[in-house]
Protein backbone atom coordinates (compact mmCIF):
# COMPACT_ATOMS: atom_id res chain seq x y z
CA UNK A 1 0.00 0.00 0.00
CA UNK A 2 2.70 2.56 0.65
CA UNK A 3 4.57 1.98 -2.30
CA UNK A 4 1.41 2.32 -4.14
CA UNK A 5 0.97 6.16 -2.31
CA UNK A 6 4.51 7.01 -3.00
CA UNK A 7 4.02 5.75 -7.35
CA UNK A 8 0.68 8.15 -7.17
CA UNK A 9 2.39 10.91 -5.34
CA UNK A 10 5.62 10.85 -7.34
CA UNK A 11 3.11 11.07 -10.59
CA UNK A 12 1.16 13.95 -8.91
CA UNK A 13 5.17 15.81 -8.40
CA UNK A 14 5.35 15.36 -11.90
CA UNK A 15 1.82 16.49 -13.13
CA UNK A 16 2.65 19.78 -10.64
CA UNK A 17 6.04 20.86 -11.00
CA UNK A 18 4.93 24.38 -9.91
CA UNK A 19 3.57 23.48 -6.69
CA UNK A 20 5.87 20.56 -5.99
CA UNK A 21 9.32 22.94 -6.76
CA UNK A 22 7.68 25.58 -4.58
CA UNK A 23 7.06 23.05 -1.80
CA UNK A 24 10.18 21.03 -2.03
CA UNK A 25 11.95 24.15 -1.90
CA UNK A 26 10.18 26.07 0.46
CA UNK A 27 11.07 22.54 2.89
CA UNK A 28 14.84 22.95 2.01
CA UNK A 29 14.79 26.43 3.41
CA UNK A 30 13.23 25.58 6.48
CA UNK A 31 15.31 22.31 7.44
CA UNK A 32 18.34 24.18 5.79
CA UNK A 33 18.57 26.82 8.35
CA UNK A 34 17.66 24.79 11.09
CA UNK A 35 20.27 22.38 10.53
CA UNK A 36 22.99 24.57 10.42
CA UNK A 37 21.92 25.56 13.57
CA UNK A 38 21.99 21.97 14.58
CA UNK A 39 25.71 21.28 13.04
CA UNK A 40 26.85 24.14 14.61
CA UNK A 41 25.92 22.54 17.88
CA UNK A 42 27.08 19.50 16.71
CA UNK A 43 30.61 20.35 15.85
CA UNK A 44 30.61 21.97 19.51
CA UNK A 45 29.38 19.42 21.43
CA UNK A 46 30.33 16.15 19.42
CA UNK A 47 33.62 13.72 19.57
CA UNK A 48 35.83 14.97 16.49
CA UNK A 49 39.14 15.19 16.35
CA UNK A 50 41.15 14.95 18.43
CA UNK A 51 39.02 16.02 20.94
CA UNK A 52 37.25 12.72 20.92
CA UNK A 53 36.76 12.57 24.78
CA UNK A 54 35.00 15.99 25.13
CA UNK A 55 32.24 13.86 27.64
CA UNK A 56 35.31 12.99 29.77
CA UNK A 57 37.30 16.66 29.73
CA UNK A 58 36.94 19.05 32.38
CA UNK A 59 38.56 23.02 32.36
CA UNK A 60 39.46 25.10 35.06
CA UNK A 61 40.15 27.99 33.17
CA UNK A 62 39.67 31.06 36.31
CA UNK A 63 40.35 31.72 39.18
CA UNK A 64 39.47 34.94 41.56
CA UNK A 65 41.40 36.25 44.31
CA UNK A 66 40.03 39.03 47.21
CA UNK A 67 42.01 40.32 49.94
CA UNK A 68 40.77 43.69 52.16
CA UNK A 69 42.31 45.70 49.64
CA UNK A 70 42.31 44.55 46.13
CA UNK A 71 40.19 41.61 43.73
CA UNK A 72 42.32 39.98 41.13
CA UNK A 73 40.87 37.46 38.47
CA UNK A 74 43.09 35.19 35.80
CA UNK A 75 44.36 31.81 35.95
CA UNK A 76 46.63 29.96 38.29
CA UNK A 77 50.41 30.12 38.76
CA UNK A 78 53.10 27.65 38.52
CA UNK A 79 53.15 27.52 42.13
CA UNK A 80 49.27 26.79 42.38
CA UNK A 81 50.39 23.69 40.25
CA UNK A 82 53.22 22.62 41.94
CA UNK A 83 51.17 22.50 45.05
CA UNK A 84 47.77 21.35 44.75
CA UNK A 85 46.78 21.68 41.00
CA UNK A 86 48.51 18.76 39.35
CA UNK A 87 48.03 16.62 42.59
CA UNK A 88 44.27 16.11 42.42
CA UNK A 89 43.74 12.42 42.50
CA UNK A 90 40.28 12.47 40.93
CA UNK A 91 41.61 12.74 36.91
CA UNK A 92 43.03 9.98 34.63
CA UNK A 93 45.36 13.11 32.92
CA UNK A 94 45.73 16.60 34.08
CA UNK A 95 47.36 18.89 31.75
CA UNK A 96 48.52 22.80 31.91
CA UNK A 97 48.54 25.47 29.22
CA UNK A 98 50.68 28.64 29.32
CA UNK A 99 48.77 31.52 28.31
CA UNK A 100 51.46 34.42 27.36
CA UNK A 101 50.21 36.76 24.70
CA UNK A 102 53.60 38.00 24.49
CA UNK A 103 55.02 35.09 23.32
CA UNK A 104 52.43 33.71 21.14
CA UNK A 105 51.25 36.96 20.09
CA UNK A 106 54.44 37.56 18.77
CA UNK A 107 55.92 34.50 17.26
CA UNK A 108 56.68 34.12 13.61
CA UNK A 109 58.29 31.66 11.65
CA UNK A 110 61.55 32.40 9.58
CA UNK A 111 61.32 29.96 6.74
CA UNK A 112 63.99 28.64 5.29
CA UNK A 113 63.61 29.49 2.03
CA UNK A 114 63.14 33.09 2.45
CA UNK A 115 59.48 33.39 1.82
CA UNK A 116 58.73 35.41 4.41
CA UNK A 117 57.96 35.83 7.75
CA UNK A 118 54.60 33.98 9.19
CA UNK A 119 52.51 33.85 12.17
CA UNK A 120 51.62 30.24 13.51
CA UNK A 121 49.53 29.53 16.00
CA UNK A 122 51.31 28.77 19.24
CA UNK A 123 50.48 26.42 22.45
CA UNK A 124 52.16 26.52 25.54
CA UNK A 125 51.55 22.98 27.40
CA UNK A 126 53.00 19.92 28.51
CA UNK A 127 53.07 16.53 27.30
CA UNK A 128 49.87 15.30 29.24
CA UNK A 129 47.99 17.56 26.90
CA UNK A 130 48.66 14.92 24.45
CA UNK A 131 47.11 12.13 26.82
CA UNK A 132 43.87 14.42 27.01
CA UNK A 133 43.63 14.76 22.87
CA UNK A 134 43.99 12.09 20.49
CA UNK A 135 46.23 12.98 18.12
CA UNK A 136 47.46 11.24 15.71
CA UNK A 137 51.31 10.87 15.42
CA UNK A 138 52.40 10.78 11.51
CA UNK A 139 56.06 10.93 13.03
CA UNK A 140 57.50 11.10 15.86
CA UNK A 141 56.38 11.53 20.24
CA UNK A 142 55.56 14.08 22.33
CA UNK A 143 58.15 16.07 23.90
CA UNK A 144 58.86 14.37 27.47
CA UNK A 145 58.80 15.41 31.02
CA UNK A 146 62.68 15.69 31.39
CA UNK A 147 61.97 18.18 28.03
CA UNK A 148 59.62 20.22 29.87
CA UNK A 149 61.26 20.53 33.36
CA UNK A 150 65.03 21.20 31.59
CA UNK A 151 63.46 23.83 28.90
CA UNK A 152 64.56 21.98 25.88
CA UNK A 153 63.59 24.20 22.95
CA UNK A 154 61.35 20.79 21.09
CA UNK A 155 58.80 21.09 19.51
CA UNK A 156 55.50 18.65 18.28
CA UNK A 157 54.50 20.70 14.49
CA UNK A 158 51.27 19.90 12.53
CA UNK A 159 51.30 18.16 9.22
CA UNK A 160 50.09 20.94 6.81
CA UNK A 161 52.91 23.75 8.87
CA UNK A 162 55.44 20.52 8.11
CA UNK A 163 54.68 20.43 4.61
CA UNK A 164 55.03 24.14 4.39
CA UNK A 165 58.24 24.45 6.22
CA UNK A 166 60.19 21.28 4.91
CA UNK A 167 57.85 20.17 2.01
CA UNK A 168 56.79 16.79 3.44
CA UNK A 169 55.67 15.48 6.88
CA UNK A 170 58.38 12.08 6.52
CA UNK A 171 62.18 12.90 8.11
CA UNK A 172 61.10 15.68 9.49
CA UNK A 173 61.52 14.59 13.31
CA UNK A 174 64.69 16.22 14.32
CA UNK A 175 65.12 18.78 11.45
CA UNK A 176 65.15 21.99 13.15
CA UNK A 177 63.42 25.46 12.37
CA UNK A 178 63.73 29.28 13.76
CA UNK A 179 60.62 31.04 15.72
CA UNK A 180 61.36 34.30 16.68
CA UNK A 181 64.74 33.86 15.47
CA UNK A 182 65.50 31.11 18.41
CA UNK A 183 65.91 27.62 16.64
CA UNK A 184 63.49 24.72 17.61
CA UNK A 185 63.61 21.30 16.98
CA UNK A 186 61.11 18.54 15.54
CA UNK A 187 60.19 15.84 18.03
CA UNK A 188 56.99 15.28 16.80
CA UNK A 189 54.19 15.65 13.85
CA UNK A 190 50.56 14.90 14.23
CA UNK A 191 47.53 15.22 11.97
CA UNK A 192 46.47 18.75 12.58
CA UNK A 193 43.25 19.65 13.85
CA UNK A 194 40.99 22.20 12.78
CA UNK A 195 40.85 25.94 14.42
CA UNK A 196 36.75 24.87 15.04
CA UNK A 197 38.03 22.56 18.10
CA UNK A 198 39.57 25.32 19.84
CA UNK A 199 40.47 24.06 22.88
CA UNK A 200 42.67 21.62 21.06
CA UNK A 201 44.17 23.50 18.02
CA UNK A 202 47.90 24.92 17.42
CA UNK A 203 50.36 24.54 15.03
CA UNK A 204 52.94 24.63 16.83
CA UNK A 205 52.86 23.08 20.81
CA UNK A 206 55.66 23.53 22.73
CA UNK A 207 56.97 23.02 26.39
CA UNK A 208 55.42 26.22 28.24
CA UNK A 209 58.80 26.06 29.93
CA UNK A 210 60.74 27.93 27.05
CA UNK A 211 59.74 31.03 27.81
CA UNK A 212 61.37 32.67 30.81
CA UNK A 213 58.53 33.96 33.08
CA UNK A 214 56.38 31.27 33.50
CA UNK A 215 57.34 30.20 37.53
CA UNK A 216 56.09 33.81 38.21
CA UNK A 217 53.32 35.17 40.04
CA UNK A 218 50.70 38.04 38.36
CA UNK A 219 50.30 39.69 41.80
CA UNK A 220 52.98 39.40 44.47
CA UNK A 221 50.19 39.17 47.44
CA UNK A 222 48.44 36.46 45.33
CA UNK A 223 51.16 33.49 45.15
CA UNK A 224 48.75 31.37 43.15
CA UNK A 225 47.63 33.96 40.32
CA UNK A 226 48.95 33.68 37.26
CA UNK A 227 48.36 32.15 33.75
CA UNK A 228 48.14 29.08 33.91
CA UNK A 229 44.51 26.53 32.60
CA UNK A 230 44.09 23.52 33.45
CA UNK A 231 42.37 20.72 31.65
CA UNK A 232 41.48 17.19 33.01
CA UNK A 233 40.54 13.69 31.77
CA UNK A 234 38.51 11.64 33.74
CA UNK A 235 37.86 8.18 33.52
CA UNK A 236 33.38 8.86 33.76
CA UNK A 237 30.41 11.30 35.09
CA UNK A 238 31.32 9.38 38.44
CA UNK A 239 34.85 10.22 38.52
CA UNK A 240 34.20 14.10 37.21
CA UNK A 241 32.09 15.01 40.33
CA UNK A 242 34.90 13.31 42.64
CA UNK A 243 36.91 15.98 40.87
CA UNK A 244 34.77 18.17 41.08
CA UNK A 245 34.29 17.94 44.96
CA UNK A 246 38.02 17.55 45.56
CA UNK A 247 38.44 20.89 44.16
CA UNK A 248 36.07 22.30 46.32
CA UNK A 249 37.77 20.82 49.48
CA UNK A 250 41.33 22.31 48.33
CA UNK A 251 39.59 25.22 47.69
CA UNK A 252 38.44 25.58 51.43
CA UNK A 253 40.81 23.92 52.60
CA UNK A 254 43.43 26.97 51.40
CA UNK A 255 41.25 29.56 52.37
CA UNK A 256 41.23 28.68 55.91
CA UNK A 257 44.97 28.08 56.27
CA UNK A 258 45.17 31.41 54.32
CA UNK A 259 42.34 33.10 56.30
CA UNK A 260 42.45 36.82 56.69
CA UNK A 261 45.20 37.49 53.60
CA UNK A 262 43.31 36.35 50.52
CA UNK A 263 40.36 34.00 49.13
CA UNK A 264 40.40 32.03 46.35
CA UNK A 265 36.97 31.38 44.38
CA UNK A 266 37.09 29.04 41.58
CA UNK A 267 33.05 29.11 41.17
CA UNK A 268 31.70 25.71 39.82
CA UNK A 269 34.71 24.77 38.33
CA UNK A 270 36.12 22.72 36.62
CA UNK A 271 33.53 22.73 34.73
CA UNK A 272 32.41 20.37 31.78
CA UNK A 273 32.86 20.60 28.11
CA UNK A 274 28.94 20.84 27.62
CA UNK A 275 28.70 23.12 29.93
CA UNK A 276 31.80 25.40 29.16
CA UNK A 277 29.67 25.88 25.61
CA UNK A 278 26.98 27.78 26.33
CA UNK A 279 29.19 29.44 29.68
CA UNK A 280 31.35 32.16 28.38
CA UNK A 281 33.18 32.33 31.72
CA UNK A 282 32.80 30.05 34.98
CA UNK A 283 31.63 33.18 36.65
CA UNK A 284 28.66 33.63 34.69
CA UNK A 285 25.71 32.23 35.98
CA UNK A 286 23.80 29.31 34.17
CA UNK A 287 20.15 28.70 33.49
CA UNK A 288 19.49 25.21 31.66
CA UNK A 289 15.97 26.01 31.53
CA UNK A 290 16.69 29.53 29.78
CA UNK A 291 18.58 27.65 27.08
CA UNK A 292 15.60 25.18 26.66
CA UNK A 293 13.46 28.43 26.22
CA UNK A 294 15.93 29.97 23.87
CA UNK A 295 16.51 27.06 21.55
CA UNK A 296 13.04 25.65 21.39
CA UNK A 297 11.53 29.34 20.51
CA UNK A 298 14.25 29.28 17.70
CA UNK A 299 13.18 25.55 16.64
CA UNK A 300 9.69 27.31 16.51
CA UNK A 301 10.61 29.74 14.46
CA UNK A 302 12.43 27.74 12.16
CA UNK A 303 9.72 25.12 11.65
CA UNK A 304 6.19 27.04 12.07
CA UNK A 305 6.38 29.71 9.87
CA UNK A 306 7.34 27.68 6.78
CA UNK A 307 5.09 25.11 8.09
CA UNK A 308 2.33 27.49 8.27
CA UNK A 309 3.19 28.40 4.38
CA UNK A 310 3.17 25.11 3.41
CA UNK A 311 0.23 24.36 5.25
CA UNK A 312 -1.75 26.73 2.58
CA UNK A 313 -0.30 25.50 -0.28
CA UNK A 314 -1.79 22.32 1.01
CA UNK A 315 -5.00 23.27 1.81
CA UNK A 316 -5.43 24.94 -1.74
CA UNK A 317 -3.95 21.86 -3.20
CA UNK A 318 -6.75 19.55 -1.26
CA UNK A 319 -9.69 22.19 -2.64
CA UNK A 320 -8.22 20.81 -6.42
CA UNK A 321 -8.70 17.37 -5.35
CA UNK A 322 -12.11 17.35 -3.53
CA UNK A 323 -13.60 15.34 -6.62
CA UNK A 324 -11.10 12.59 -6.78
CA UNK A 325 -11.48 12.16 -2.47
CA UNK A 326 -14.95 12.03 -2.77
CA UNK A 327 -15.24 9.28 -5.60
CA UNK A 328 -13.41 7.28 -3.78
CA UNK A 329 -15.06 7.80 -0.66
CA UNK A 330 -18.10 6.41 -2.72
CA UNK A 331 -15.87 3.41 -3.10
CA UNK A 332 -15.69 2.51 0.18
CA UNK A 333 -12.39 4.36 1.15
CA UNK A 334 -12.28 5.38 4.58
CA UNK A 335 -11.05 8.80 5.76
CA UNK A 336 -8.05 6.99 8.02
CA UNK A 337 -6.46 5.31 4.10
CA UNK A 338 -7.11 8.52 2.37
CA UNK A 339 -5.47 11.07 5.35
CA UNK A 340 -2.44 8.07 5.10
CA UNK A 341 -2.65 8.50 1.28
CA UNK A 342 -2.55 12.49 1.97
CA UNK A 343 0.45 12.11 4.77
CA UNK A 344 2.68 10.13 2.45
CA UNK A 345 2.18 11.84 -0.86
CA UNK A 346 3.30 15.04 1.58
CA UNK A 347 6.47 12.84 3.46
CA UNK A 348 7.91 12.26 -0.12
CA UNK A 349 7.69 15.86 -1.06
CA UNK A 350 9.45 17.05 2.57
CA UNK A 351 11.89 14.11 1.92
CA UNK A 352 13.02 15.57 -0.92
CA UNK A 353 12.96 18.94 0.11
CA UNK A 354 15.25 17.61 3.37
CA UNK A 355 17.55 15.95 0.98
CA UNK A 356 17.67 20.17 -0.64
CA UNK A 357 18.13 21.26 2.56
CA UNK A 358 21.03 19.19 3.82
CA UNK A 359 22.47 19.63 0.66
CA UNK A 360 22.09 23.98 1.51
CA UNK A 361 23.17 23.24 4.75
CA UNK A 362 26.31 21.60 4.05
CA UNK A 363 27.33 23.88 1.23
CA UNK A 364 26.77 27.14 3.39
CA UNK A 365 29.06 25.91 6.45
CA UNK A 366 31.61 24.62 4.60
CA UNK A 367 31.85 28.03 2.31
CA UNK A 368 31.27 30.17 5.44
CA UNK A 369 32.88 28.19 7.93
CA UNK A 370 35.15 30.96 8.77
CA UNK A 371 32.50 32.93 10.41
CA UNK A 372 29.20 30.83 10.32
CA UNK A 373 29.93 28.36 13.02
CA UNK A 374 30.98 31.46 15.33
CA UNK A 375 27.30 33.26 14.64
CA UNK A 376 25.39 32.12 17.89
CA UNK A 377 28.93 32.81 19.92
CA UNK A 378 28.42 35.45 22.67
CA UNK A 379 31.43 36.90 21.70
CA UNK A 380 32.65 36.08 17.91
CA UNK A 381 35.81 36.71 17.10
CA UNK A 382 37.64 36.93 14.01
CA UNK A 383 39.79 33.59 12.85
CA UNK A 384 43.17 34.57 13.29
CA UNK A 385 45.16 34.81 9.54
CA UNK A 386 46.65 31.87 8.68
CA UNK A 387 44.69 29.46 11.12
CA UNK A 388 43.08 26.56 9.53
CA UNK A 389 39.35 26.04 10.00
CA UNK A 390 38.72 23.33 7.92
CA UNK A 391 35.52 21.50 7.66
CA UNK A 392 35.57 17.36 8.07
CA UNK A 393 33.52 14.48 7.25
CA UNK A 394 32.79 13.54 10.62
CA UNK A 395 32.14 17.05 11.59
CA UNK A 396 29.21 16.99 8.39
CA UNK A 397 28.63 12.96 7.49
CA UNK A 398 27.27 11.75 10.77
CA UNK A 399 24.19 9.70 12.24
CA UNK A 400 23.34 12.75 14.03
CA UNK A 401 23.25 14.95 11.68
CA UNK A 402 21.36 12.24 9.21
CA UNK A 403 18.95 11.43 12.04
CA UNK A 404 18.03 14.92 12.35
CA UNK A 405 17.41 15.67 9.32
CA UNK A 406 14.98 12.98 8.71
CA UNK A 407 12.90 13.72 12.31
CA UNK A 408 12.53 17.36 10.86
CA UNK A 409 11.13 16.46 7.79
CA UNK A 410 8.78 13.92 10.07
CA UNK A 411 7.91 17.18 12.30
CA UNK A 412 7.46 19.56 9.03
CA UNK A 413 5.47 17.07 7.16
CA UNK A 414 2.91 16.73 10.11
CA UNK A 415 2.94 20.08 11.26
CA UNK A 416 2.07 21.75 7.28
CA UNK A 417 0.15 18.61 6.50
CA UNK A 418 -2.12 17.00 8.74
CA UNK A 419 -4.91 19.67 9.41
CA UNK A 420 -5.56 20.81 5.97
CA UNK A 421 -5.62 17.15 5.14
CA UNK A 422 -7.92 16.28 8.09
CA UNK A 423 -10.12 19.33 7.14
CA UNK A 424 -10.58 18.54 3.75
CA UNK A 425 -11.45 14.92 4.33
CA UNK A 426 -14.20 15.84 6.74
CA UNK A 427 -16.02 17.28 4.18
CA UNK A 428 -19.08 15.28 3.38
CA UNK A 429 -19.30 13.27 0.05
CA UNK A 430 -22.09 14.83 -1.82
CA UNK A 431 -19.91 18.45 -1.21
CA UNK A 432 -16.80 16.57 -2.85
CA UNK A 433 -18.36 15.21 -5.49
CA UNK A 434 -20.56 18.39 -6.64
CA UNK A 435 -16.70 20.00 -6.80
CA UNK A 436 -16.05 17.51 -9.99
CA UNK A 437 -19.19 19.65 -11.83
Request: net charge neutral; with cysteine.
Amino acid sequence: MIKLYLKQAWALLRQNPLFSGLYIAGTGLAIAMTMIVAMIYYVKLAPVYPEVNRSRTLYLTHTSFKSDRSEWQSALSHSALQDWALHLENAEAISAQYSSWQFTRNAYIQPEDRSGDFHPQVMLTDPAFFRVYAFRFLEGNPFTESDLQSGIRTAVITDDLARRLFGTTEGVVGREFSLSYIHYRVCGVVKGGSYLTPQSYAQVYLPYSVNEGYRESDADQFPYLGSFSLTFLVKDDAQARALQAEVKDVTRRLNLEHEGQWKMNLWEQPTTHALSVFQEYPAQEFNFWAKVRYFGLMLLVLLLVPALNLSGMIASRMESRLAEMGVRKSFGAGRGTLLGQVMWENLLLTLLGGVLGLVVAWLALYAGREWLFFLLDDYAEAIPEGANAYVSGEMLFAPVVFGCAFVLCVVLNMLSALLPAWMSLRKPIVYSLYERR
